[in-house]
């Protein structure tokens, strides 16, 4: 991650992310990667299309926020996109709230990410009880929105605040000061072992009873540890559902592999999502 003079714009040295220029993932882009060029996208099917079809390396997704939980549309992402996590990325998160530099009317409606707004909840309900907020695609666009109309005001973050040319009228927001996001770098390539690894697999049971149980016992039996499981509704309408596990280690170790193969004999499916190193913290 040594930054370089003047990043290029080849495939190889490209790294995708959903949204206009100044969402929080272009500044996950900028933060872990400043040697790569970030590319913007109108969606996440693009940005996926855009590392599956060569013409970036990688891609930045939210996945976890530490005050509203996992993002569900990136871990949905997996059960069709055949992408696979190369690392993992953790990114403290400061919200502003931004106007248009001409504003002088009553705030007409409030305009941020589902997120955002949901981690800026209680500084909202005391600020500015009673003003609509509405939800859209990124946190940039709100700040596009606040730019084209004075009535409108923008939760996102300073790098929008820049880019949009807004007035921060109050900065840090966020209800909880600690507030982070933690972001997967995926790509086509598989990364190798680095001595402090995390695995990442999908799981897919069959709608009956013990099935989870017996998915879990092969890491007891292997001695590893889980940092995440979480369950998301399968695709095909019969009410069963896929489960999304991290755990301690790369798929290369014996362990790991033991782990796999069993967990392959009692599911329906299992895929590794990937191994690759624990959470780069970028300065």
């Not at 370089?4 to 949204?19: C, E, F, H, L, M």
């Not at 040319?165 to 598989?190: A, Y």
Request: with cysteine; charged share 20%; hydrophobic share 40%.
């Amino acid at each position: 991650m040594t930054k370089t003079s003047t990043p290029d714009s080849s495939p190889d040295n490209t790294i995708a992310y959903q949204g206009l220029p100044g969402a929080y993932s272009h500044l996950a882009c900028t933060r872990a990667f400043p040697e790569m060029e970030a590319m913007p996208n109108p969606s996440f099917e693009n940005m996926l299309a855009a590392v599956t079809e060569g013409r970036a390396r990688y891609a930045m997704v939210p996945v976890e926020n530490s005050t509203e939980g996992m993002v569900n549309h990136t871990l949905d992402c997996f059960l069709s996109a055949r992408v696979r996590i190369c690392a993992e990325v953790e990114l403290p998160i400061h919200h502003a709230f931004l106007r248009h530099q001409a504003h002088q009317e009553p705030i007409a409606e409030i305009v941020s990410h589902a997120q955002s707004l949901a981690q800026c909840r209680g500084w909202l309900d005391q600020h500015s009880p009673g003003v609509p907020r509405v939800v859209v695609t990124s946190n940039a666009e709100a700040a596009r929105q606040a730019a084209e109309d004075p009535s409108v005001a923008a939760i996102a973050g300073e790098m929008a605040a820049d880019r949009y040319k807004l007035r921060m009228l109050s900065t840090r927001i966020e209800d909880h000061s600690d507030n982070k996001t933690r972001f997967l770098v995926l790509g086509n390539q598989n990364v190798g072992p680095s001595g402090s690894d995390k695995t990442s697999i999908l799981v897919s049971v069959r709608n009956e009873p013990g099935a989870l149980l017996r998915v879990l016992e092969p890491f007891q039996r292997f001695d590893i540890s889980l940092s995440r499981i979480e369950t998301r509704p399968a695709r095909s309408g019969d009410w069963s559902y896929v489960f999304f596990i991290d755990f301690d280690g790369h798929r290369s170790d014996a362990n790991a592999t033991s782990v796999i193969e069993a967990i392959g004999d009692v599911a329906l499916e299992v895929r590794c999502l990937g191994s690759y190193p624990k959470t780069v913290v970028p300065a």
